[in-house]
């Protein structure tokens, strides 16, 4: 039988990377932990909590399995891309090594990089998502504006037909429209962002919010701490019916108590001569303006309702 020992034959012994269904990874090297710096403004954050007590007793029993991603700096020190809670777990096991890949990355591609690696975790608190989609739009735009000949990279040539945040879409699974309400977020205040973390505001209503300006989301935290957390259509009437440089924060809780009506913004548009003067030559009559104006927002709307799709 083709499977039948043969005398003198040596019989491979699994290792116990096999067992354990690590992959082989080449080009891995042992690094102090104490040389490893996390990733500069890293949106991911790491907590001392029950996952990560389990993390620390398996690290304990078996070692780090899986190798992290570091790119090395002109100090003889590396920044940390793809592990940093397998780093701060292998610390808190007593290790004073860790498996480490050595990369050689451009800052953008470090970005890129380190976002993607810590999107595929299960749980992503929303204020992760809205740093981490912001950190790697900007990365991915940077990179579109300067291709080179190799770039076939997850960014690819085809950004000269799409834009950034559609390819972003694509690969996240969210809709454009998505990506930037959670990009969105980062306006927030942290105390807010925080509640919108712990469940406690709700993420509609914190992205309403977050188009506040700061001084009346510190107001809006200190009434959620009193009063508890507004409806949707307060904040939402809030923010689209008054103005912010006038509001008070004595009317704002009037406003949110229903102790004061919010002032309804007239629905009825107007334009002056003076304002549209600017933008048509001075023959064209009334009805010409206006179907232009409908003409631009037609565009407009149709514009709008394909990003929506």
Request: glycine share 4%; hydrophobic share 35%.
């Amino acid at each position: 039988m083709a499977n039948e020992k043969r005398p003198g034959q040596k019989i491979k012994m699994t290792s116990i990377d096999e067992l354990l269904c690590v992959p082989e990874v080449e080009g891995t090297v042992d690094i102090d932990i104490r040389a490893i710096y996390p990733f500069e403004n890293h949106p991911f954050k790491v907590l001392d909590d029950a996952k990560m007590d389990e993390l620390v007793d398996s690290i304990k029993a078996n070692g780090v399995l899986t190798p992290v991603i570091v790119r090395p700096d002109d100090e003889g020190t590396y920044e940390m891309i793809s592990g940093h809670r397998r780093l701060h777990a292998a610390g808190r096991a007593g290790l004073t090594k860790i498996p480490a890949i050595v990369k050689e990355m451009t800052n953008d591609d470090a970005i890129i990089a380190m976002v993607d690696s810590n999107l595929q975790r299960e749980e992503i608190l929303p204020s992760e998502k809205a740093f981490s989609y912001k950190m790697k739009l900007e990365a991915m735009k940077r990179k579109a504006g300067r291709p080179d000949k190799g770039n076939y990279s997850q960014v690819g040539n085809n950004l000269l037909t799409k834009t950034s945040s559609e390819e972003l879409s694509k690969q996240v699974g969210e809709s454009r429209n998505q990506i930037f309400r959670f990009v969105r977020l980062t306006e927030l205040i942290p105390e807010l962002l925080d509640l919108v973390d712990e469940k406690r505001v709700p993420f509609v209503s914190g992205y309403e919010m977050s188009y506040f300006t700061r001084q009346i989301q510190k107001w809006l935290y200190e009434y959620i701490r009193e009063n508890g957390v507004p409806k949707w259509d307060q904040i939402n009437e809030l923010r689209i019916n008054t103005n912010q440089a006038e509001l008070t924060q004595q009317q704002m809780i009037e406003y949110l108590n229903g102790l004061r009506p919010i002032p309804k913004e007239s629905s009825k548009i107007t334009f002056t001569e003076r304002k549209l003067s600017k933008y048509f030559p001075p023959y064209y009559s009334r009805r010409e303006r206006e179907a232009i104006i409908l003409e631009l927002l037609e565009k407009w709307k149709a514009e709008q309702e394909s990003q929506e799709e």
